[in-house]
């Protein structure tokens, strides 16, 4: 017998207690059954919790991190849930780390079997996964690094926000699900080996989609990114996207190609509560990465209505509102695409009208206050949820190369500055490139209070008139540069109702300028003049200068200057507008510094709506000369009739010094063009 053998004898003759009891071990660890603490284990947790807990198999395969296996496994839900099972699971298999014990439950792998699954969150925050006394609303411990589902149904509803969806999941094998599909349809990627289908509701907007994912997700706080490919539907609204997430509870990471599309982007506003307007349709693709709370979609491109778009966007989380950054340039952008930013309708697909922003925001008294259009009016009318603006801060810039305007007008480019913050949005600048010149403004909404306040400033500098006249061979070109200011401060949740109760100064000043001879004496009414210029063609004439400046108080708008001044005529004149009726009234009266036959000469009234204007002749003065040349033909002779009619020009000079003082707008020292 060797040494060995003979000191083992010897140890079991000296100990024969312990020896028992080794054996006493391993016998019981060959024979131990871990369902043995499956009864005291559904009680503890039952009492533990208040609810039902009941599994039909336990097993532990031990080690520094353990794992556990359960079967058919019931655990009833919170006494203030609608639903009866929190969870009903034919089989669940998790590991648990033992050195994140206490601070955190963490379970690197879940794998579900069959699950059917619902987990709920109260107004009050209260959670109905939180394993602890019922009234207890401190953060959960629990956390589940990487999740697999076979065959199952998640359900997640949460009443603060609100927002519901249901979940459900299935695997497959991705080489026989390629072999299987047809000839024609795309290969199957290998990557991903389960599908979800979804569907669920998002303050009231429902949306519903697929995914394709690998078998094994990233859950909580792991940074492990997972392959998916997706899509989601919205109401009109389209998302695709293609590429890696990570976290799948807790979103930390993102990197995808993403392709949207939808009527309008306003309907975005329930999902990414951004006070988006109310666009024709669009179509937009790009990457979107997403770490350490902010969005970034680079290499941004598409199309909104007709308008081309390029650039990038970042959407950042942060306390006390998020913070929305855009870069956009265009290099041709329809101008009718821009109408919903200032309230004005634009058609969608169809010819049928684009949701308003009041539209789209899901709340009862908006859509009962949103008014109808008025066909008569041309004030945009749309009105802006200010609430929408205190939810979100932002720094948007826009860019257009050329512009496309609805009408003739003659509008070149666009450069637009936007920044909200703290409910404050301010558009400066908003700088419109116009008949070769600009036109820079400063608009100030101010939305911390319930009605909106507003303040525009808008300055029109170095605008050529002959940009501004339509070509016409009749008529000569004429030149010079036009200048206009307006300063108006008002409150309304519209353009039109802010206008209508606003206060300020328009005015408008011509200077060192020329125009059409065949204009002028149109414009007083001097038909042998008419009749020269038609038969011997058209001059242009100097323009010593012009002003016209309003007053504006409540909507209601009076002149205080009114005067064109031409080397001809001197023009006075006199008006009134109300911007809430949309209606105005002036009066225009020519005074020609020449004398000259075939004047008709009598003040001129041109009043009407905005949209549409009408005009008459003062009767008075038109009738006491036509009637003189009556009597004279009469009386006299042929030639007698024409004397009433001789211009015998009571026209002045204006004093332009004064008036360029009183206007207080600057004029461009550029020379007139000269007569052709």
């Not at 919170?78 to 034919?90: L, N, P, Q």
């Not at 063609?537 to 708008?557: E, H, L, M, S, Y």
Request: aromatic share 6%; hydrophobic share 40%; charged share 20%.
């Amino acid at each position: 017998m060797s040494r060995a053998s003979t000191s083992i004898s010897h140890f079991i003759r000296s100990h024969p207690v312990w020896m028992a009891l080794a054996a006493a071990l391993l016998l019981l660890v060959i024979l131990f059954d871990w369902n043995w603490f499956r009864a005291p284990l559904e009680r503890y947790v039952s009492k533990k919790t208040e609810r039902t807990f009941t599994i039909s198999d336990l097993h532990v395969r031990l080690g520094f991190t353990p794992t556990i296996r359960l079967r058919d496994v019931y655990f009833s839900n919170a006494t203030w849930s609608g639903y009866e099972a929190m969870a009903r699971i034919k089989e669940v298999e998790f590991s648990v780390s033992l050195r994140d014990l206490p601070d955190k439950i963490l379970l690197p792998r879940v794998a579900l079997r069959q699950p059917d699954l619902v987990f709920e969150q109260l107004k009050d925050q209260r959670k109905n996964w939180v394993l602890s006394e019922p009234s207890d609303t401190s953060p959960s411990k629990l956390r589940i690094s990487t999740l697999s589902v076979d065959q199952g149904r998640v359900r997640y509803i949460n009443h603060g926000e609100p927002f519901e969806i249901d979940v459900l999941a299935s695997t497959f094998d991705p080489a026989s699900a390629a072999k299987a599909a047809d000839a024609d349809a795309a290969p199957v990627n290998n990557r991903y080996a389960a599908q979800y289908k979804f569907s669920g509701k998002y303050h009231d907007a429902g949306f519903s989609g697929s995914a394709l994912t690998g078998e094994v997700l990233s859950f909580q706080e792991s940074g492990v990114p997972f392959p998916i490919k997706g899509q989601l539907e919205a109401g009109t609204t389209r998302l695709q996207v293609e590429g890696t997430v990570a976290d799948a509870a807790t979103l930390s990471a993102i990197d995808t190609q993403l392709r949207i599309e939808g009527q309008t982007l306003a309907n975005l506003y329930p999902f990414l509560v951004l006070p988006l307007p109310a666009s024709p349709p669009y179509q937009l693709q790009g990457r979107l990465v997403f770490k350490e709370g902010r969005y970034a979609m680079d290499d941004l491109s598409g199309r909104i209505g007709s308008t081309d778009v390029q650039g990038s966007g970042a959407y950042v989380q942060k306390q006390p509102r998020p913070l929305l950054t855009v870069r956009l340039r265009s290099k041709l952008l329809d101008i009718s695409d821009l109408g919903p930013l200032v309230g004005v309708q634009t058609k969608g697909t169809g010819g049928k009208p684009a949701a308003s922003q009041s539209q789209t925001g899901n709340r009862a008294a908006a859509k009962a206050a949103e008014q109808v259009a008025d066909p008569d009016h041309i004030l945009p009318a749309g009105r802006f949820d200010g609430s929408r603006l205190q939810k979100i801060d932002a720094d948007v810039e826009l860019v257009a190369a050329k512009l496309k305007a609805p009408t003739a007008l003659p509008l070149e480019s666009l450069r637009a500055s936007l920044q909200l913050k703290d409910a404050v949005l301010t558009l400066q600048p908003l700088e419109f490139g116009f008949a070769g010149g600009k036109i820079a403004s400063q608009v100030r909404l101010d939305a911390r209070q319930p009605v909106l306040k507003s303040e525009v400033q808008v300055n029109f500098n170095q605008i050529r008139i002959d940009r501004l006249v339509p070509d016409n061979p009749a008529i000569a070109k004429g030149g010079g540069l036009l200048g206009a200011t307006m300063r108006l401060e008002g409150a309304g949740a519209s353009i039109a109702e802010a206008a209508g109760q606003s206060n300020g100064r328009i005015a408008a000043t011509i200077g060192n300028a020329r125009v059409s001879n065949l204009l002028d004496a149109a414009s007083g009414l001097n038909g042998g003049k008419v009749l020269q210029l038609l038969a011997g063609g058209d001059q242009t004439i100097n323009v010593n200068c012009g002003g016209v400046a309003f007053d504006v108080r409540n909507g209601q708008g009076t002149s205080s200057v009114f005067v064109v001044d031409t080397e001809q005529t001197q023009i006075l004149g006199s008006g009134r507008f109300d911007l809430k009726q949309e209606r105005f009234a002036l009066a225009v009266a020519p005074k020609p510094k020449r004398m000259g036959i075939l004047s008709l000469r009598t003040p001129v009234h041109v009043q009407g709506s905005f949209k549409q204007a009408d005009f008459k002749l003062e009767k008075g003065p038109l009738v006491a000369r036509t009637a003189g040349a009556v009597v004279l033909g009469v009386i006299a002779a042929p030639l007698a009739a024409l004397i009433p009619l001789i211009e015998t020009g009571p026209g002045e000079p204006t004093d332009c010094p004064a008036l360029q003082r009183k206007l207080g707008i600057a004029q461009s020292s550029a020379p007139a063009p000269s007569s052709k």
